[in-house]
């Protein structure tokens, strides 16, 4: 089983970013996908999920309307398009596979699968 995280870097405030997570086949047509991210001294927070069927996306309230998650059938990956970055998006940013019930997609204890984090900063 593998994730593989891409597309973190360094930016300044209202920049954009996209980041990618390709999980294998098996993951990718099965599970639920999320984003989620950790900033220095804090826990690991829910971002964005989508639905295994790309039907439902679920975001937090303080990206709503900035990001967007989505899911590619032809190459097998997931993307989290990050618009008007704030410093406050500033945290290493992992994708997670998730084939629990549909009111725990933002819970992290209930992700099977995890790939490495992608670091984003965001200057001010």
């Known amino acids: 089983v593998q994730l593989q995280a891409f597309g973190g870097g360094l930016v300044q405030a209202g920049d954009s970013l996209r980041l990618s997570c390709a999980p294998s086949g098996r993951l990718f047509g099965n599970y639920d996908m999320g984003w989620f991210r950790q900033a220095p001294g804090k826990e690991r927070e829910f971002v964005a999920a989508?639905?295994?069927?790309?039907?439902?996306?679920y975001y937090t309230d303080s990206v709503k309307g900035r990001f967007t998650i989505s899911r590619d059938k032809r190459n097998y990956t997931v993307y989290l398009q990050m618009n008007s970055l704030k410093p406050e998006d500033t945290a290493v940013y992992y994708c997670?596979?998730?084939?629990?019930?549909?009111?725990?997609?933002?819970?992290?204890?209930?992700?099977?699968?995890w790939g490495q984090g992608t670091q984003v900063t965001v200057s001010s």
């Open positions: 997670a596979a998730h084939r629990g019930i549909l009111s725990t997609v933002r819970l992290t204890s209930s992700y099977d699968f």
């Open positions: 989508i639905r295994w069927s790309g039907d439902f996306t």
